[in-house]
């Protein structure tokens, strides 16, 4: 009678556990969208209707997202405006619109833990909203990654920032970042040290690997206007379900894998993935992944590819990729003509993924091998909340701690296809 009574309680002790993860995971929702054919619509709107106003001695270039903020003269006294330009799945990142100006004056990055009032780092750490700007020219040479808060614009326009020659951005678990106007270059790894990531908490991070912009379970995050290259790792990488992102008007250069959306084919959370890739260059000394897309959803329009020396567009895992008035230029190269690549899947199982091309303009023999299909896009529904929260790299992360142990070995999984 007691052993039943014991495992009676045992019983309803697992049954509310698990309701209270189901509830977690209900209200854990994703800034993923259930359809975003509705998104790629209105980007082809908005394209639509700047190009019916190009100017001959206007500002108007046909480009939805300059022509909405640079046809201002004063411009500079509405810096602000520019949070309301975006387009595609991150264009309601607002960045700090709704915060303080914040003006950078002081180049350095002496102390990740203690940062300096004035430094990018103490900027972006701050728990307010902010909109940061900079004082004149400078090269940032950070001492460790930068980990940025929510709601932060960094606006470089009207000067010319560089951030360089050390540790770059991250992006991790934080929502509406905009970066704008910043030449993002030479990134290197660092780590194993101490670095502050709110004006309340530092934690010691591992190696990070060297990314112009690591986007890590963020979301509402729109990077326009940077120029990046040569970087240890990858130019821009979005994974651990990272959605509602655009990445616009950027000038990539000078470097191996430059996009990687998505790090593991078995990350099903990925498939809330959706990416705007719009109105940039791909340029010289590129060899591949203009993106390398997992899961997810990938509107890639109006980008000028002049340089690849693989392939393009590449993806595994049934991404829906979606390539509409782009240029495509292709190589010398005799057997690097395709644009696209499915990478490590038989053709069995890539013929039922839907990657389909209109408008595409194609150069120099230039191919999109195309599958359309419909309706294979469906947002993740499983029940795993916090799943992605062991894979921060912050040793004394709550999430990291209260995870289980599948958790770390799905993690250890995911750092491995990192690196492969
Ligand atoms: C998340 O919630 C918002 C509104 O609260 C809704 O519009 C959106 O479709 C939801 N996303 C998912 C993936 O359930
Ligand atoms: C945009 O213009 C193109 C070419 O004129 C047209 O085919 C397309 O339907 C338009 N799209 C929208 C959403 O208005």
Not at 328 to 352: C, I, N
């Amino acid at each position: 009678m007691a052993n039943s009574s014991i495992v009676l309680g045992y019983f309803l002790f697992v049954v509310i556990l698990a309701g209270l993860e189901f509830v977690r995971a209900q209200s854990s929702n994703s800034s993923a969208v259930e359809d975003p054919e509705m998104v790629v619509e209105m980007v082809e709107r908005s394209i639509n209707s700047s190009r019916r106003q190009l100017g001959y001695f206007s500002c108007g270039t046909g480009n939805p997202i300059d022509d909405c903020w640079r046809c201002d003269p004063d411009w500079e006294r509405n810096r602000k405006r520019l949070a309301d330009c975006g387009i595609g799945f991150g264009r309601n990142a607002i960045g700090g619109r709704n915060g303080r100006f914040y003006v950078v004056t002081d180049p350095r990055d002496d102390d990740p833990v203690n940062p300096r009032p004035g430094t990018l780092r103490h900027a972006v750490i701050q728990t307010e909203p902010l909109w940061i700007i900079f004082q004149r020219d400078m090269v940032i040479m950070l001492k460790e990654e930068l980990i940025m808060n929510s709601y932060k614009t960094i606006d470089g326009r009207g000067v010319n920032v560089h951030i360089a020659n050390g540790p770059c951005i991250t992006v991790q678990y934080v929502t509406n970042i905009i970066i704008h106007g910043i030449h993002i270059h030479d990134c290197r790894p660092a780590g194993n040290a101490m670095v502050r990531s709110t004006p309340s908490h530092y934690g010691w991070r591992t190696m990070c690997d060297g990314d112009g912009v690591s986007i890590f379970g963020g979301s509402h995050v729109w990077v326009d206007h940077c120029s990046l290259s040569n970087c240890a790792d990858g130019l821009i990488d979005a994974i651990m379900a990272s959605t509602a992102i655009t990445i616009s008007n950027n000038h990539f250069t000078h470097h191996d894998k430059v996009l990687l959306l998505g790090h593991n084919d078995d990350y099903a959370q990925d498939k809330n993935m959706q990416v705007t890739i719009a109105y940039n260059h791909f340029g010289e000394g590129l060899v591949q992944r203009m993106p390398r897309c997992r899961h997810g959803y990938f509107h890639v329009v109006n980008n000028d590819y002049t340089h690849w020396e693989m392939y393009a567009i590449g993806g595994s895992a049934n991404p829906t990729i979606n390539s509409e008035g782009n240029r495509y230029l292709a190589p010398v190269d005799r057997f690097a003509k395709e644009v696209t690549k499915r990478v490590e899947t038989s053709h069995g199982r890539w013929k039922h993924w839907n990657w389909r091309s209109q408008g595409d303009l194609f150069l120099n023999g230039a191919f999109f091998h195309q599958v359309r299909r419909r309706g294979v896009f469906q947002l993740y529904k499983g029940l795993e909340p916090g799943s992605q929260a062991c894979v921060s790299r912050e040793i004394s992360d709550w999430k990291c701690r209260s995870s289980r142990l599948p958790k770390r070995v799905t993690l250890l999984k995911a750092i491995k296809a990192r690196i492969a």
